[in-house]
């Protein structure tokens, strides 16, 4: 399998990004990605101050601090079980997966900070998610970060789209870029270990995984519902987007399509 070219994104128009494997799941080639990816990030750089509409101010604040502590954490457990899974290129993919996450988190920091904001401790939404994840093993954690996944990816487009400010344009389209990736990698590698159940398990598979992605959409647009109120976005058009994205996903993951 050879590596794609680098490709620019229009509906973003930011950095030049390499894109994945495209068939079947690869390790190798996904740890290329990663790594060109981290080579070529750019310099997050955020004025002193940034300050928006009052009507947005706050309520995006409120928001993004929970998106910062959902992004930082250690993944002990993902990268247990990547570990256990026994491939040496995947176990460094999840690393570095990781690790961009934690830069979101560091991003999103500044971001809060440049805002005015304080950043939290804890959340309850955060200890829920994380609970959910490791209930049982490294497909399901997967099934449950890809969930939580399109719904970052969303509302950060969201961000991008809705908030009339340059530099959080470029972070946030920075983020969303990363975010679609995310999606890809582990879509692909979910695809490679379901792709042996019989058809019916992959249709229960499909229909719990269903009902715990409306269940967190629905939670969080009641949790978010200032910030999306201040975005413009009603909770039916963020949970259509949501889901749009995340059935493209689920049934590829699933060879369903
Ligand atoms: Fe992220
Ligand atoms: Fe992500």
Redesign the pocket.
């Known amino acids: 399998m050879t590596t794609q070219p680098l490709v620019h994104d229009p509906a973003i128009g930011l950095p030049l990004q390499q894109v994945g494997p495209t068939t079947t799941f690869d390790a190798s080639q996904w740890r290329l990605y990663f790594e060109e990816n981290r080579k070529m990030r750019p310099a997050v750089k955020l004025p002193n101050e940034i300050v928006l509409n009052e009507s947005v101010q706050e309520p995006l604040i409120r928001s993004l601090q929970k998106f910062q502590l959902g992004e930082t954490g250690e993944g002990h457990h993902l990268r247990k079980y990547a570990k256990h899974y026994g491939d040496a290129d995947y176990t460094k993919c999840v690393d570095m997966f990781i690790k961009?996450?934690q830069s979101?988190a560091q991003i999103l920091s500044q971001v809060i900070l440049t805002m005015n904001g304080n950043l939290l401790s804890w959340h309850w939404t955060d200890v829920v998610f994380t609970v959910f994840r490791r209930v049982l093993h490294l497909k399901t954690e997967l099934l449950v970060l890809l969930i939580a996944?399109v719904i970052?990816k969303c509302f950060y487009k969201y961000v991008v789209d809705k908030v009339d400010n340059k530099p959080l344009e470029e972070i946030f389209s920075l983020m969303v870029l990363?975010?679609i990736m995310?999606l890809k990698f582990h879509t692909e590698f979910l695809s490679e270990q379901l792709r042996p159940y019989p058809w019916v398990m992959k249709h229960i598979v499909h229909y719990v995984w269903c009902m715990l992605f409306y269940t967190a959409c629905f939670a969080f647009v009641m949790d978010h519902r200032k910030a999306l109120t201040a975005l413009n976005v009603s909770s039916g058009d963020f949970i259509a987007t949501c889901s749009k994205t995340f059935h493209v996903k689920a049934t590829r993951a699933l060879g369903m399509q």
């Open positions: 961009e996450e979101h996944e970052g990363d975010e995310h």
